[in-house]
């Protein structure tokens, strides 16, 4: 356990179901991120919160939707899917806020395998 | 053309070999990660350096901010070490986390 907890780790979704993905830190950090992992693609910037307030959205479709409801809890809300877009959704956390040469790096959660079929 | 590259991109190596993982990049930077992602996906940070050298237990990481070139090296592989290593960099430029694709890295008993 890394201190950054993502629920489920395993998802299969329809094309017309709504979903959400959980990620938890208590580590006291103050950015979360949510990113993409394709099969054979480096990682993708989706979303980042700073102090609970979106700073960045990397144009990703609007059939997700984050939220962050506090500085300890950040879900991605999937709906309307497609199938390219299974795959691995990893959430990350920094004590540093984006922006800022950090010394501290960040920690990442374990990832939740999205399957839309 | 990525601004991190990975060398190689799947590396097989017998129990006990030293591993050398190689990441250039091509953009100012303030930071390198190397990160390693085990099969369930879990990414684990092992080493952030700006400079220099940095060890912990059989992994080394260098880096040489003049070639834009960076390192990772394990000393006596052991197939715990079975894993993709992930080479991202801060870019000073843009403010963001680049990653590269990753060195696959499988150890033989």
């Known amino acids: 356990e890394t201190g950054v907890t993502q629920t489920p780790r395993h998802l299969v979704m329809g094309m017309t179901n709504k979903k959400s993905l959980k990620c938890e830190q208590h580590?006291?950090?103050?950015?979360m991120y949510w990113y993409k992992q394709s099969a054979k693609k480096p990682l993708e910037l989706m979303f980042v919160?700073?102090?609970?307030?979106?700073?960045e959205n990397n144009s990703v479709p609007s059939r997700f939707s984050p939220e962050c409801p506090n500085s300890s809890h950040l879900f991605l809300h999937l709906h309307t899917l497609q199938p390219e877009d299974s795959a691995l959704y990893l959430c990350?956390?920094?004590?540093?806020?984006?922006?800022?040469?950090?010394?501290?790096?960040?920690?990442f959660g374990s990832g939740t395998r999205l399957t839309v079929v | 053309k990525n601004e991190v590259e990975q060398s190689p991109q799947n590396l097989t190596a017998q129990e006990g070999e030293f591993i050398t993982i190689n990441c250039s990049y091509s953009?100012?930077?303030?930071?390198l990660h190397w990160l390693q992602q085990h099969p369930g996906g879990g990414i684990v940070s092992l080493f952030m350096?700006?400079?220099g050298k940095k060890k912990h237990g059989r992994l080394i990481a260098t880096i040489n901010i003049q070639e834009k070139h960076s390192s990772l090296h394990i000393t006596a592989s052991h197939p715990r070490d079975s894993a993709v290593y992930i080479c991202?960099?801060?870019?000073?430029?843009?403010?963001?986390?680049?990653f590269g694709t990753g060195t696959r890295l499988t150890i033989i008993p």
């Open positions: 990350a956390s920094s004590q540093d806020l984006p922006g800022q040469w950090t010394n501290y790096g960040y920690t």
């Open positions: 919160y700073s102090l609970e307030e979106r700073v």
């Open positions: 953009v100012g930077i303030s930071a």
């Open positions: 350096l700006s400079s």
């Open positions: 580590l006291g950090h103050n950015a």
């Open positions: 991202a960099v801060f870019n000073f430029g843009n403010e963001k986390l680049t």
